[in-house]
């Protein structure tokens, strides 16, 4: 089971024979192993793997090459002696339709074409150089400014099919794109071997946590974060916050100094957007025009849903770009975390590829990076032709979960990151198509992936987090037990009602953890309950337009797409009241039962001025702007480039001259650790009356009438005296105008105490008040109109 050279020329590492070998011994990628590397790629159909050894990224030939040998498992292996790490390799693939020829030589060879795709969907093309599924590093982007400003070629090149290729502005002799020879180009795998510590797991449990989903690069490229430890300079409890050196903003080495910050926000883990090797190299910033409103339009892929690299941290939020740079980098940031108390999550989009969907009508034309160019049949959802991808996704070319090389592909890739990577929890992207089965691809709730994928993270102590919907359909509360989910409908029920909506009935059930769909999943800390996500407004936005605002200018878009359908308010204009909002939503999230999520920069007022769609735009406007904590006017600051932030926040006048949010959302997060009522796990009180559970009790302003639908004003109770705590009462108005609210007689001895108001009025002291000193009341109180008010029996 060894290699043979291909074509005459010998490589400088030594072949190992494979006799005997076990098949067994090998997992997939490149492994080092007692000095020598194991190579196994699957491609069950092709005919023929060809391993090259490159000693240069780009912009030369391989060096060396070797043919693998396949197992009946379909896995192609080989290995070779005294591999250095960081050693760049690639391969290619023939297959039934384009059997090997030899006549076929590297530079654009047609010999052996048959068909770019046959009839059981096979899309082998020698040309096109692929880089391992299991690369632990790529080398680079598919695109790179330099592939295209100093040698003039473009993605065109990976595709397949007859059209012409020819680079930028037709600056090489055209060829047809099928026979164009990427090995010169391709992104190239690394060999890695790392043993980084990530520290130690905080172990945090589910019930406790609070998360704050962020994206690495947009968290600090901001300039404002190299002054971050002075921004917050007086500000108890941030004393440990220091600020991000100027050379490592927006990468890896610099999110793990917000570390520090993130603990003093009360924050439990931090929820990464997708880190995983995409395409994301071509971007505004520093070419012509970038940060200016000519020149540059806006383009590249800043959230990352595209992901084509499951096993490698992408290589540009790294500031040590060496082979092996980017995993130690990654590590180091977990440990950071891990040493702060922190858990780290990644976002994953294992439902499609970043080779994309088909490039036109005729099915002839697609891109061959990795995936496809293995094993097109057996990675994707073919339609009943195998021309065509089904598609659940909007990106073309959903994977097919219901084989067993994507399932084992999904599972090793979990497998990696927490394993080897420190990682404390996934949150899968279009979580719906990992239960796609059959040939209508119909969802399987209780499918054998979502169930494997919960036990392990079960017997690994791992989170898991579905986003379970695409456009093939909404399946939150169906996922199996172990499961937690993005809770859209919770999103849907709270704008709804804290605009005025009245549909009491949707928010008390989403408030009270939504039984129906969380009971048979293990609880309510399975609902992930949340206002906004990266995808759509920041709650500056929700409360300050009624309609998206995409079509705007860089820095700040322009964007396509976009939900119309916000349950938006602009709060009629009126700064003060937009405030009340942010506070009214803060603070009945985190009185919700369920897990909280927040999106960065939400704590102190970010605005996108209205962009509720900025997947493309890495700019100054959209990034961190952590000079907004450091007043009481944070969309009047600079946005440190061009582009002015709309004033949608106004002057909060917080007493301390600290951004007023920001000091409310940092007691909201010590209210709930502090109360037990508020991180429950069971749903007793609603299934048996057992009362050994906290109960949540509903009623209207009095007290004792019960709530109906078209009610704006609830009486809203948190009972925890089955658990010896002491009752907490929300009053929620969201009537125009202010109500009186009874508060019930309290036990012998006690007293309400007021703890928060959302109302204007409060602002000066902070709309808050410490628990133990918290002002008594009687037995009314005035609810000023679109507020909330929080008492605790004291």
């Given at each position: 089971?060894?290699?043979?050279?291909?074509?005459?020329?010998?490589?400088?590492?030594?072949?190992?024979?494979?006799?005997?070998?076990?098949?067994?011994?090998?997992?997939?990628?490149?492994?080092?192993?007692?000095?020598?590397?194991?190579?196994?790629?699957?491609?069950?159909?092709?005919?023929?793997?060809?391993?090259?050894?490159?000693?240069?990224?780009?912009?030369?030939?391989?060096?060396?090459?070797?043919?693998?040998?396949?197992?009946?498992?379909?896995?192609?292996?080989?290995?070779?002696?005294?591999?250095?790490?960081?050693?760049?390799?690639?391969?290619?693939?023939?297959?039934?339709?384009?059997?090997?020829?030899?006549?076929?030589?590297?530079?654009?060879?047609?010999?052996?074409?048959?068909?770019?795709?046959?009839?059981?969907?096979?899309?082998?093309?020698?040309?096109?150089?692929?880089?391992?599924?299991?690369?632990?590093?790529?080398?680079?982007?598919?695109?790179?400014?330099?592939?295209?400003?100093?040698?003039?070629?473009?993605?065109?090149?990976?595709?397949?099919?007859?059209?012409?290729?020819?680079?930028?502005?037709?600056?090489?002799?055209?060829?047809?794109?099928?026979?164009?020879?990427?090995?010169?180009?391709?992104?190239?795998?690394?060999?890695?071997?790392?043993?980084?510590?990530?520290?130690?797991?905080?172990?945090?449990?589910?019930?406790?946590?609070?998360?704050?989903?962020?994206?690495?690069?947009?968290?600090?490229?901001?300039?404002?974060?190299?002054?971050?430890?002075?921004?917050?300079?007086?500000?108890?409890?941030?004393?440990?916050?220091?600020?991000?050196?100027?050379?490592?903003?927006?990468?890896?080495?610099?999110?793990?100094?917000?570390?520090?910050?993130?603990?003093?926000?009360?924050?439990?883990?931090?929820?990464?957007?997708?880190?995983?090797?995409?395409?994301?190299?071509?971007?505004?910033?520093?070419?012509?025009?970038?940060?200016?409103?000519?020149?540059?339009?806006?383009?590249?892929?800043?959230?990352?849903?595209?992901?084509?690299?499951?096993?490698a941290p992408d290589l540009r939020y790294a500031h040590d770009k060496t082979p092996g740079g980017p995993t130690r980098e990654f590590k180091q940031m977990v440990r950071a975390f891990h040493e702060a108390g922190l858990e780290v999550y990644l976002d994953v989009v294992y439902n499609h590829t970043g080779e994309g969907g088909l490039w036109d009508g005729t099915g002839n034309t697609a891109e061959l990076l990795s995936f496809r160019g293995f094993d097109?049949?057996?990675?994707?959802?073919?339609?009943?032709?195998?021309?065509?991808?089904?598609?659940?996704?909007?990106?073309?070319?959903?994977?097919?979960?219901?084989?067993?090389?994507?399932?084992?592909?999904?599972?090793?890739?979990?497998?990696?990151?927490?394993?080897?990577?420190?990682?404390?929890?996934?949150?899968?992207?279009?979580?719906?198509?990992?239960?796609?089965?059959?040939?209508?691809?119909?969802?399987?709730?209780?499918?054998?992936?979502?169930?494997?994928?919960?036990?392990?993270?079960?017997?690994?102590?791992?989170?898991?987090?579905?986003?379970?919907?695409?456009?093939?359909?909404?399946?939150?509360?169906?996922?199996?037990?172990?499961?937690?989910?993005?809770?859209?409908?919770?999103?849907?029920?709270?704008?709804?009602?804290?605009?005025?909506?009245?549909?009491?009935?949707e928010f008390m059930t989403a408030v009270n953890g939504d039984y129906a769909r969380f009971a048979d999943q293990g609880g309510p800390q399975k609902s992930i309950n949340f206002i906004t996500a990266h995808d759509g407004f920041t709650l500056m936005d929700l409360v300050s337009y009624s309609g998206r605002n995409n079509d705007i200018p860089w820095p700040f878009g322009p964007s396509d797409g976009g939900a119309d359908n916000n349950l938006s308010w602009?709060?009629?204009?009126?700064?003060?009241?937009?405030?009340?909002?942010?506070?009214?939503?803060?603070?009945?999230?985190?009185?919700?039962?369920?897990?909280?999520?927040?999106?960065?920069?939400?704590?102190?007022?970010?605005?996108?001025?209205?962009?509720?769609?900025?997947?493309?735009?890495?700019?100054?406007?959209?990034?961190?702007?952590?000079?907004?904590?450091?007043?009481?006017?944070?969309?009047?600051?600079?946005?440190?480039?061009?582009?002015?932030?709309?004033?949608?926040?106004?002057?909060?006048?917080?007493?301390?001259?600290?951004?007023?949010?920001?000091?409310?959302?940092?007691?909201?997060?010590?209210?709930?650790?502090?109360?037990?009522?508020?991180?429950?796990?069971?749903?007793?009180?609603?299934?048996?009356?057992?009362?050994?559970?906290?109960?949540?009790?509903?009623?209207?302003?009095?007290?004792?009438?019960?709530?109906?639908?078209?009610?704006?004003?609830?009486?809203?109770?948190?009972?925890?005296?089955?658990?010896?705590?002491?009752?907490?009462?929300?009053?929620?108005?969201?009537?125009?105008?202010?109500?009186?609210?009874?508060?019930?007689?309290?036990?012998?001895?006690?007293?309400?105490?007021?703890?928060?108001?959302?109302?204007?009025?409060?602002?000066?002291?902070?709309?808050?008040?410490?628990?133990?000193?918290?002002?008594?009341?009687?037995?009314?109180?005035?609810?000023?109109?679109?507020?909330?008010?929080?008492?605790?029996?004291?």
């Amino acid at each position: 089971m060894g290699f043979a050279p291909h074509h005459p020329s010998v490589g400088p590492f030594s072949q190992v024979d494979g006799a005997s070998w076990e098949a067994a011994t090998y997992a997939l990628g490149a492994h080092v192993r007692r000095g020598d590397v194991e190579f196994a790629v699957y491609a069950r159909h092709a005919t023929r793997v060809l391993l090259e050894i490159h000693t240069s990224a780009i912009d030369a030939d391989c060096g060396y090459d070797y043919w693998l040998q396949q197992g009946p498992d379909g896995i192609w292996r080989g290995r070779l002696r005294d591999v250095p790490v960081g050693t760049l390799y690639g391969f290619r693939c023939w297959g039934p339709n384009w059997p090997f020829d030899p006549a076929w030589s590297r530079g654009n060879s047609a010999a052996g074409f048959v068909t770019d795709v046959d009839a059981a969907g096979h899309r082998y093309n020698p040309n096109k150089l692929l880089f391992d599924p299991y690369a632990r590093e790529l080398s680079h982007d598919r695109e790179t400014p330099e592939m295209k400003n100093r040698y003039r070629h473009h993605a065109g090149m990976y595709g397949s099919g007859p059209d012409p290729y020819a680079g930028l502005e037709d600056a090489h002799p055209p060829v047809p794109r099928r026979e164009f020879d990427t090995g010169r180009w391709a992104p190239k795998s690394v060999v890695i071997d790392d043993d980084t510590s990530f520290g130690t797991r905080p172990r945090i449990k589910e019930k406790d946590a609070v998360i704050y989903e962020a994206h690495v690069r947009g968290l600090t490229r901001h300039r404002s974060s190299t002054r971050l430890a002075s921004l917050l300079a007086g500000v108890a409890g941030c004393e440990a916050v220091t600020d991000v050196p100027d050379e490592l903003r927006g990468t890896y080495a610099g999110a793990a100094h917000v570390a520090p910050y993130l603990r003093a926000l009360g924050i439990t883990a931090i929820e990464l957007l997708p880190v995983h090797e995409f395409a994301n190299d071509l971007n505004p910033e520093g070419s012509p025009g970038w940060d200016r409103n000519v020149d540059e339009p806006p383009h590249g892929n800043y959230w990352g849903y595209m992901t084509y690299g499951f096993f490698a941290p992408d290589l540009r939020y790294a500031h040590d770009k060496t082979p092996g740079g980017p995993t130690r980098e990654f590590k180091q940031m977990v440990r950071a975390f891990h040493e702060a108390g922190l858990e780290v999550y990644l976002d994953v989009v294992y439902n499609h590829t970043g080779e994309g969907g088909l490039w036109d009508g005729t099915g002839n034309t697609a891109e061959l990076l990795s995936f496809r160019g293995f094993d097109n049949a057996e990675y994707y959802s073919l339609t009943c032709d195998n021309r065509f991808y089904w598609d659940s996704t909007g990106c073309g070319n959903n994977l097919d979960a219901s084989n067993d090389v994507v399932q084992r592909l999904i599972l090793d890739s979990l497998t990696y990151w927490a394993r080897e990577m420190g990682v404390d929890g996934f949150r899968f992207d279009l979580a719906t198509v990992l239960g796609r089965t059959g040939a209508d691809f119909g969802f399987e709730g209780q499918s054998s992936l979502l169930k494997e994928i919960a036990l392990r993270a079960k017997n690994t102590g791992v989170e898991i987090i579905a986003e379970a919907w695409d456009l093939g359909g909404y399946h939150v509360g169906d996922f199996p037990e172990g499961w937690a989910e993005w809770n859209g409908a919770y999103r849907d029920a709270v704008r709804g009602f804290l605009k005025g909506d009245g549909n009491a009935r949707e928010f008390m059930t989403a408030v009270n953890g939504d039984y129906a769909r969380f009971a048979d999943q293990g609880g309510p800390q399975k609902s992930i309950n949340f206002i906004t996500a990266h995808d759509g407004f920041t709650l500056m936005d929700l409360v300050s337009y009624s309609g998206r605002n995409n079509d705007i200018p860089w820095p700040f878009g322009p964007s396509d797409g976009g939900a119309d359908n916000n349950l938006s308010w602009d709060s009629g204009g009126d700064r003060a009241l937009r405030r009340q909002r942010l506070r009214n939503f803060m603070t009945v999230l985190f009185c919700s039962r369920g897990v909280p999520m927040i999106v960065s920069g939400d704590e102190f007022g970010r605005t996108q001025n209205g962009n509720n769609n900025p997947y493309k735009i890495d700019s100054n406007a959209i990034w961190n702007n952590w000079a907004m904590l450091a007043t009481t006017r944070p969309n009047t600051v600079p946005t440190g480039g061009s582009g002015v932030y709309h004033d949608n926040y106004g002057d909060d006048e917080h007493p301390n001259g600290c951004n007023g949010l920001f000091q409310f959302v940092r007691y909201l997060t010590a209210l709930r650790r502090a109360c037990d009522s508020l991180r429950v796990t069971s749903f007793g009180d609603l299934v048996l009356d057992s009362g050994d559970d906290v109960t949540y009790w509903f009623k209207r302003e009095d007290g004792s009438t019960d709530v109906r639908d078209g009610d704006r004003r609830i009486h809203w109770r948190i009972d925890g005296s089955a658990i010896g705590e002491r009752d907490l009462l929300l009053c929620v108005n969201m009537h125009a105008w202010s109500s009186d609210f009874l508060l019930p007689p309290p036990e012998r001895d006690r007293c309400w105490r007021r703890l928060i108001d959302t109302a204007a009025w409060a602002e000066p002291e902070g709309n808050c008040w410490p628990v133990e000193s918290a002002p008594a009341m009687s037995t009314h109180y005035t609810v000023q109109a679109y507020s909330v008010a929080v008492f605790q029996e004291r």
